[in-house]
């Protein structure tokens, strides 16, 4: 019987990125690792970057709900299909700071605002900043998600005090031509490219579970760290499959490979908060912890995402208590956020994002 005592990777030259960045094969190697390899080298990364215990907490908020004219095949707000969502308009500021004051009370740090646009209008983000600008004075940082924006967009929410911009690569350019029609993988640079002129930092990611193969799992995973700088906040979704949609039947992954890509980004972005996002409430609290253990630190909190479910906060906060994790600060005001996931909760105090 032959031992494993070191792997292909551990090499210099593929551990680290060259000059020109991660190459796909480099990336490949670290995917075929035996996995409990994968997982020290990972938890490793991870220990080397951040406190192992701390975990980001954000949450989710659909400010505008369903009636998309995009064609993005695993999204339930499209409107030509048939999901039976309900669609709602715009909220308005004083709805969206109740919710936003219920997740801070809730444990939150970060509120995340989605819209289902393809693209907003200068009078919707005119909308959106005031929204943000109330989200800010709250003491939470800020992150929103409104599809493609056009110059001066990406600044006026910047002046607003949003933190973050969420815009996804979603999958590997050679796999998005499968999933998407109505919009191209370099439209989703260009307003990265005009988040970062902004002077905001990028929460970008994708989703596993789509029918992808590994090596498109890694395109994507390059794809993501070779952005200079890589994006401060990763989001892995794993595919919530939504009836009605053109994925809905789609293969499920193997929960390994799913733990596996999570590992990799962890390598492949060491600095990045990596976002155990979609996905959660059809995991078990093993495989969470395996994400954890992965590099995985940073998850949406809160009974909803945007439109699907996410686990309820009784039992997020059963789960940090059993593995010993905690809320991270926020890097705005460091020791400043005490969050009481572990605290006993009142019925409707939870965040009902
Ligand atoms: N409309 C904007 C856009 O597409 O950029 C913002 C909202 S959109 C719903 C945000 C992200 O949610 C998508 O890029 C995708 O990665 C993720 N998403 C949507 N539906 C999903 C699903 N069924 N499973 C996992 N992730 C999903
Ligand atoms: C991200 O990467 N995942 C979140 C957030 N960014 C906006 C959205 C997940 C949506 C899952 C399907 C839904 O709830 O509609
Ligand atoms: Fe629209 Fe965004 Fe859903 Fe695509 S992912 S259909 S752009 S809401």
Known sequence: ???????????????????????????????????????TRAASVHQANFDPSQVQVSTLLSIKTGGCPEDCAYCPQAARYDTGLSAHKLMSTEQVLERAREAKAAGATRFCMGAAWRSPKDREVAKVAEM??????????????????????????????????????????????????????QDRLDTLQQVRAAGMKTCCGGIVGMGETREQRAGLLQALANMNPPPESVPINQLVQVPGTPLHGTEALDPFEFVRTVAVARILMPQSMVRLSAGRESMSDELQALC??????????????????????????????????????????????????????????????
């Open 292 to 353: 954890f253990l992965a590099g995985a630190n940073s998850i949406f909190y809160g009974e909803k995402l945007l439109t699907t479910g996410n686990p309820d906060v009784e039992r997020d906060r059963a789960l940090f208590a059993r593995l010993g994790l905690v809320p991270m600060p926020t890097t705005d005001a460091p020791g400043t956020a005490h969050l009481d996931l572990m605290a006993t909760t009142q019925p409707g105090d939870a965040c009902t994002a």
């Open 1 to 39: 019987m032959s031992v494993v005592t070191s792997d292909s990777t551990s090499s210099r030259s593929s551990q680290s990125p060259a000059a020109a960045g991660w190459q796909r094969e480099a990336i490949l190697a670290l995917f075929a690792l035996p996995f409990n390899v994968l997982m």
């Open 132 to 185: 943000v600008a109330g989200v800010k004075a709250l003491g939470l940082e800020t992150c929103a998600t409104l599809g493609m924006l056009k110059p001066g967009q990406a600044d006026a929410l910047k002046s607003a005090g949003l933190d973050y911009y969420n815009h996804n690569l979603d999958t590997a350019p050679e796999f998005y031509g499968e999933v998407i029609h109505t919009r191209a993988f």
